[in-house]
T-cell receptor, first 117, second 110 residues
């Protein structure tokens, strides 16, 4: 597709349930980022992939959060035993990385709004 | 990791007023600097970016930003705002990963 695609756009779940959020980056973009944005806040960094591997996962808040990108394209953010505090918009972004240089600009998806009741 | 500080939480201006939004960062190494904008109901979009060279960079819609290395600042400016500039503005700093500030909400009154 032309842009970064995220599904679902909205997810309502109950406390304690498991949730998966999917991101389909722009074709050819090797770098993929996950952020979390709460109301009135800036995007909070979660994890960054370069290809299939997580280059930096220092932003994942705890071991309930996990992300994969098995083929270096689509990524899934997985949240176990959801808590009410996990409610936020989860943003995915991708960027182009060539010849050891990341062009820097991130292209964002529309986000997945997660509500934990 | 780098951190980003935006000084103004909410700015209210009348149309045609001049705008300056502050951004400071803390990181000792080489960084790339960005301003992103989020219009109501839309996703984040790039406004402008600085990689190297002329520290005064021009972006879309008449926005510009100046990188002052000695002050670790990258303030956003626009000489004359319009009602359509009402949005949330985020400063971002990139070393390996990209870190964002908390954002400044701009309201432009017609």
């Amino acid at each position: 597709g032309a842009g970064v695609s995220q599904t679902p756009s909205n997810k309502v779940t109950e406390k304690g349930k498991y949730v998966e959020l999917r991101c389909d980056p722009i074709s050819g973009h090797t770098a993929l980022y996950w952020y979390r944005q709460s109301l009135g806040q800036g995007p909070e960094f979660l994890i960054y992939f370069q290809g299939t591997g997580a280059a930096d996962d220092s932003g994942l808040p705890n071991d309930r959060f996990f992300a994969v990108r098995p083929e270096g394209s689509v990524s899934t953010l997985k949240i176990q035993r959801t808590e009410r505090g996990d409610s936020a918009v989860y943003l995915c972004a991708s960027s182009f990385f060539s010849s050891g240089r990341n062009t820097g600009e991130l292209f964002f998806g529309e986000g997945s709004r997660l509500t934990v009741l | 990791a780098q951190s980003v500080s935006q000084h103004n939480h909410h700015v209210i201006l009348s149309e045609a007023a001049s705008l300056e939004l502050g951004c400071n960062y803390s990181y000792g190494g080489t960084v790339n600097l960005f301003w992103y904008v989020q219009y109501p109901g839309q996703h984040l979009q790039l406004l402008l970016k600085y990689f190297s060279g002329d520290p005064l960079v021009k972006g879309i819609k008449g926005f510009e930003a100046e990188f002052i290395k000695s002050k670790f600042s990258f303030n956003l400016r626009k000489p004359s705002v319009q009602w359509s500039d009402t949005a949330e503005y985020f400063c971002a700093v990139k070393s390996n990963d990209m870190r964002f500030g908390a954002g400044t909400r701009l309201t432009v009154k017609p």
